[in-house]
């Protein structure tokens, strides 16, 4: 294993107080741990899960994540966020409606119907013996005639209904439940918002229900459930096991898992002093709270004979089933997005005349892509930045040929960089604002998205939920092309789609030849293949700054930022983002963001902790980070410029969905670039480091990247280890039955 590349030193010493870019012209080696005094403890908050959710023991006040489902709903002028996330409810419901209608209701469970209910049904008859698993896939989508463009419906953005809150007498009786419970009064409004109008009376006949309010963690609502219960409760309470199911599934999606495995669920339990947790489990499915899924290898019959509680058995020499438990919103998502891309992989116009258009391609990955598409309704595209150039390529060529084409990004700085490949600027959408219809040709009369090819870029950061809702707003005979960079950070919702469609090879891959170039590009392609190379940096592009703590990683990464980058390469402090580890931590993103407000805009943060020329992020749902800069406050909220649009942040909104900007983590900086970065690795982030993280930081850079580099040996070593299926879905073997099926 080489050394990390080397630059050149950023000053003469590492306490030196200049920290200059273009300094010494000697070279920094590699600290070594004779001479790295950092930090050994575990980081506080890592990359290794999702922002929107820390992992079992982290800081849970963090703004950013998990606790923006916290916030209240504004009660005023409606957000942007409000408009989403009603949009992505109306294409739910729109789906469940679709999935309920195919079959009615099935007696499988007194609390479940429709699809959910199909899925419980499905897995009594084959633990009951009476049908063979393979009975249970789904067949093939039919090979459908691509119909004629429907008219589209021109509109604007339809404004979403507030959400309403709960009535206050609703939360008065919460909060008396509560007061009566020792929980704090504060929980009434999320529980009373979160449980319905009946919350009152939901938490006096299960007081475990608080569980469902974010942030609650078991102690305490077996806490509240002792005031309430007195002896009358247990450790092995059906309300308790049964809630316990449920927050065990809930959080591991906040983690990005879709489905645990049984064993996983039940060792849990016992952890939590549930002492038949088998009984727990079977409980729950028979409630209805978690739905159990069988995957075997390749006997499907051996998996429909096997028990919940036996997965482990060897048949016939068989490898045993694996057992699954899901909740049924994730289930639902799987089954409508496996559906949805056989639809479009069989639905469109196959084999059309698309030639002339490859030829005139750019390159020949580009003509590649062309064909591609030519020939099938999904084709799964990937490569790196400069691999970009091939899907614009794309929707240049499509829409040359008279088709409705556009490219969807992650973020709006993905747009910008999309539309400056393309002679049409309004090809390049961004896909919340597609989904929402605030970007885009709107829909048809059927709903659907008014389109004939869509090229969805960011592909891995497509969580299973907004996947699905985007499948089933594409029309039939639309074609969909999923492109992205396989090495970089999955999605921080929950699923890893764009990793599932590659594994199960269910639709033709194109591989981009095209490889990022300089001495960045070369870099992280080495790390992509899990080698951290030397490279040549002639103009600094590439520069080490070694620390041996976590006080001095910030102090030199103040320096970077406010003096050195600016002044060596050129690049303003504006212009350069800084990338770290965790939130928490000496020198995670709240430390570096205080230390760089201090030097970069300093004042008292009089709007909220914020002021004027603050540069912030703003998260509008979990997992969407929109970069922006505090123009003002007023009775409205606060007033941001988020890359020339306004934004308006409600006053309650602020604490849970707006955090200062300068340093973020990689998940945040997923699908989007600057020209110059700072990647801080202090001592207590090894632990938070892996391949897919380095390799995600290091390529967020376009011109320049400087590496605060503290931990010693643990950088190597993560971008040695292979990738790991590190999130637990069910759609990889759902595409696999559908192509085994198929063929």
């Not at 289930?331 to 698309?354: F, H, I, P, Q, T």
């Amino acid at each position: 294993m080489t050394a990390l590349p080397r630059g050149e030193s950023p000053g003469p010493s590492a306490a030196a107080d200049d920290t200059d870019v273009a300094g010494s012209a000697a070279a920094v080696p590699v600290p070594s741990a004779e001479n790295v005094g950092a930090d050994e403890s575990e980081a506080e908050e890592t990359d290794g899960t999702p922002e929107s959710a820390a992992p079992e023991g982290a800081d849970e006040t963090d703004p950013v994540g998990a606790t923006d489902a916290d916030a209240p709903p504004a009660a005023a002028a409606l957000s942007e966020a409000e408009a989403e996330l009603a949009a992505q409810r109306e294409l739910r419901e729109r789906i469940e409606k679709r999935k309920a209608e195919k079959e009615g209701p099935i007696a499988a469970g007194a609390k479940l119907s429709g699809q959910a209910a199909d899925l419980l049904a499905a897995v009594r008859a084959v633990e009951s013996g009476e049908k063979p698993g393979a009975a249970f896939f789904d067949s093939p989508a039919p090979r459908r005639t691509a119909p004629a463009p429907a008219p589209v419906r021109p509109r604007e953005p339809e404004p979403a209904r507030a959400p309403q809150g709960a009535s206050a007498e609703a939360v008065a009786a919460v909060a008396a439940v509560l007061t009566e419970g020792g929980a704090p009064e504060a929980l009434a409004g999320p529980a009373a918002e979160t449980l319905g109008v009946q919350a009152a009376d939901l938490l006096r006949a299960n007081p475990w229900q608080l569980l469902a309010v974010p942030a609650v963690r078991p102690e305490q609502a077996d806490g509240f459930a002792r005031a309430l219960l007195g002896a009358a409760c247990g450790p092995d309470d059906e309300r308790r096991t049964a809630a316990l199911v449920g927050w065990l599934l809930e959080h591991a999606a906040l983690r990005g898992h879709t489905a645990l495995d049984a064993s996983a669920v039940r060792a849990a339990l016992a952890e939590r002093a549930v002492t038949d947790p088998e009984a727990a489990v079977q409980h729950a499915v028979a409630e209805g709270v978690v739905l159990v899924f069988q995957d075997g290898p390749d006997n499907q019959e051996a998996a429909g004979d096997a028990e919940p509680g036996d997965e482990t058995a060897d048949r016939d020499g068989q490898e045993a089933p694996q057992v699954l438990l899901g909740l049924d919103r994730y289930a639902l998502a799987e089954e409508s997005l496996a559906d949805g891309l056989a639809r479009l992989a069989n639905a469109c116009e196959k084999d059309a005349d698309w030639s002339g258009a490859a030829e005139a391609a750019g390159s020949p990955s580009a003509a590649e892509l062309i064909r591609a598409v030519a020939a099938g309704g999904l084709v799964a595209h990937t490569g790196g930045e400069a691999a970009r150039a091939e899907p614009a390529a794309l929707i240049a060529a499509a829409r040359a040929l008279g088709l409705r084409a556009l490219g969807a990004t992650h973020s709006v700085d993905g747009r910008r960089r999309l539309a400056e490949a393309l002679d049409e600027p309004s090809a390049a959408v961004t896909l919340a604002g597609l989904l929402s219809g605030a970007e885009g040709p709107g829909r048809d009369t059927d709903g659907a998205i008014a389109v004939d090819l869509l090229v969805a870029l960011d592909a891995p950061q497509l969580d299973v939920e907004t996947a699905a809702i985007l499948v089933e707003s594409l029309p039939d005979g639309a074609r969909l092309v999923l492109s992205g960079d396989p090495g970089v950070l999955c999605s921080a919702g929950a699923g890893r789609v764009f990793a599932d469609v590659l594994a199960a090879r269910s639709c033709p891959q194109v591989v981009s030849r095209t490889p990022d170039p300089g001495p960045i590009g070369e870099l992280v392609s080495g790390i992509g293949i899990g080698e951290l190379n030397q490279v040549a940096a002639p103009g600094k592009e590439v520069v080490i700054v070694p620390v041996q703590n976590a006080d001095e990683a910030v102090h030199r990464t103040v320096q970077l930022v406010a003096d050195s980058v600016p002044r060596a390469i050129g690049v303003p402090s504006a212009d350069t983002q800084v990338i770290t580890v965790g939130h928490g931590g000496s020198a995670g993103t709240r430390a570096l963001n205080a230390a760089l407000k201090q030097r970069l805009n300093p004042g008292p943060g009089r709007f909220g902790g914020f002021d004027p020329g603050d540069r912030v992020v703003h998260i509008p749902t979990p997992g969407r980070t929109v970069p922006g800069t505090v123009v003002s406050a007023d009775t409205e909220g606060l007033h941001l410029d988020c890359a020339g649009t306004p934004v308006v942040v409600p006053q309650e909104r602020v604490e849970s969905s707006v955090r200062h900007g300068w340093a973020v983590s990689a998940h945040q900086a997923a699908g989007m670039r600057w020209p110059a970065v700072v990647v801080v690795l202090p001592g207590d982030a090894a632990q938070g480091l892996s391949r897919a993280w380095v390799y995600t930081a290091f390529s967020r850079g376009e011109r320049h990247l400087s590496v605060v580099h503290g931990v010693d040996q643990a950088l190597p070593r993560a971008v040695a280890q292979p990738p790991s299926q590190d999130r637990t879905t069910r759609l990889r073997a759902l595409l696999e039955a559908q192509r085994t099926l198929t063929v």
